[in-house]
């Protein structure tokens, strides 16, 4: 079993930055691709951002050149460096694990981050 726990959101001026952070447990973090999903209000979840075992980043169009998604398997911890924030941005973002057997999906229950204008 896999338990995510996020960390970091707030309340952020646009253009500012802010970090979050997902730990971890369990030992299969560090063969896993992980990742981060946001849901806006009203809107479905989507993908931000998303490292697999080996490193390999993948952005949202939306996100790309302001966010930077890295892991640390030393710590099982996988952060999202957010900065260039605007408006849209505002939304519960969720840790996300799958496991690399059967594809399985874990979630933590999400931090909010509010943008203000």
């Known amino acids: 079993q896999v338990q995510l726990a996020e960390s970091g959101g707030g309340l952020v001026q646009a253009g500012g930055s802010v970090r979050l952070s997902c730990a971890a447990s369990?030992?299969?973090?560090?063969?896993?691709?992980v990742g981060w999903y946001r849901q806006a209000p009203g809107k479905q979840r989507d993908l931000v951002a998303i490292?697999?075992?080996?490193?390999?980043?993948n952005y949202a169009d939306s996100v790309k050149g302001r966010f930077t998604i890295s892991r640390d398997n030393a710590k099982n911890t996988v952060s999202l460096e957010m900065s260039s924030l605007k408006s849209d941005d505002t939304a519960v973002y969720y840790c996300?694990?799958?496991?690399?057997?059967?594809?399985?999906?874990?979630w933590g229950k999400g931090t909010l981050v509010t943008v203000s204008s």
């Open positions: 996300n694990l799958k496991t690399p057997t059967f594809g399985i999906n874990y």
């Open positions: 369990g030992s299969i973090f560090s063969i896993s691709e």
């Open positions: 490292i697999t075992r080996d490193g390999t980043t």
